[in-house]
């Protein structure tokens, strides 16, 4: 049972252009949403999260829009860059307990 | 600040050879740990994850198992490998307010 899912698989984007990936959920116990950036034969690291009290949190180039009634998040990533380029993971987790639930993940390429 | 270690890097292995993995964290107490195996780079499936010295909670039933022997040290460790047991595994850690989880860079295993 899929319970974040997770598009586009792959993406590709200009230099300067805008990234977007997005994550729909159907638990309503879910309560905080982070997303994570992966590189090639590395970790994945936290890159920017939310909880559902706020539409939007912004980092930087990175922005996370969350819409609370429609069940979905997502990640923009502006002025994208090509050391952007990497494998996004959105997640969610519970309000008791630790454990994320994460997508299937978006491998992104931006060309020069 | 705190740090999580993951070795070795890469391992190869014979089919039915036995498996340790180990990972550390440093710069906190208590922590809740977490293994994870990543296939082709995509999709992180939690395996194992404790709250506490030898309270391990299993995920997925295969051929791999866990232990906490220390507040900080997190090993997964398998009798006989099979070749499904290639991927990349990766650890990671949280605090007792379950903000998120941070990743080690992981461990590329290769059954041959």
């Known amino acids: 049972q899929q319970q974040v899912k997770q598009s586009p698989q792959s993406l590709i984007v200009q230099k300067g252009g805008i990234s977007i990936i997005n994550c729909a959920y159907e638990?309503?116990?879910?309560?905080?949403f982070p997303w994570y950036q992966q590189f090639p034969g590395k970790g994945p690291a936290l890159l920017i999260a939310?909880?559902?009290?706020?539409s939007e949190k912004k980092e930087g180039r990175f922005t996370i829009s969350f819409n609370k009634s429609a069940k979905q998040f997502s990640l923009h990533i502006m002025d994208s860059q090509p050391g952007d380029s990497a494998t996004y993971f959105c997640?969610?987790?519970?309000?008791?307990?630790?454990?994320?639930?994460f997508g299937e993940g978006t491998q992104l390429t931006v060309n020069p | 600040s705190q740090t999580i270690h993951q070795w070795p890097a890469t391992l190869v292995q014979p089919v039915g050879s036995p498996l340790s993995l180990e990972c550390t964290v440093e710069?906190?107490?208590?922590?809740?740990l977490y293994w994870y195996r990543q296939a082709a780079g995509r999709g992180l499936q939690l395996l194992f994850y404790?709250?506490?010295?030898?309270?391990i909670s299993s995920e997925v039933p295969q051929n791999l198992s866990a232990s906490r022997p220390q507040d900080r040290q997190f090993i997964l460790s398998s009798k006989k490998l099979l070749l499904s047991d290639s991927g990349f595994y990766l650890c990671?850690?949280?605090?007792?307010?379950?903000?998120?989880?941070?990743f080690g860079d992981g461990t590329r295993l290769s059954i041959l």
């Open positions: 990671a850690w949280s605090d007792l307010t379950n903000q998120p989880q941070h």
């Open positions: 638990n309503t116990a879910f309560d905080y």
């Open positions: 710069g906190t107490s208590n922590p809740n």
């Open positions: 997640a969610a987790k519970e309000t008791s307990g630790s454990r994320l639930t």
């Open positions: 939310i909880r559902p009290d706020v």
């Open positions: 404790s709250v506490g010295i030898g309270q």
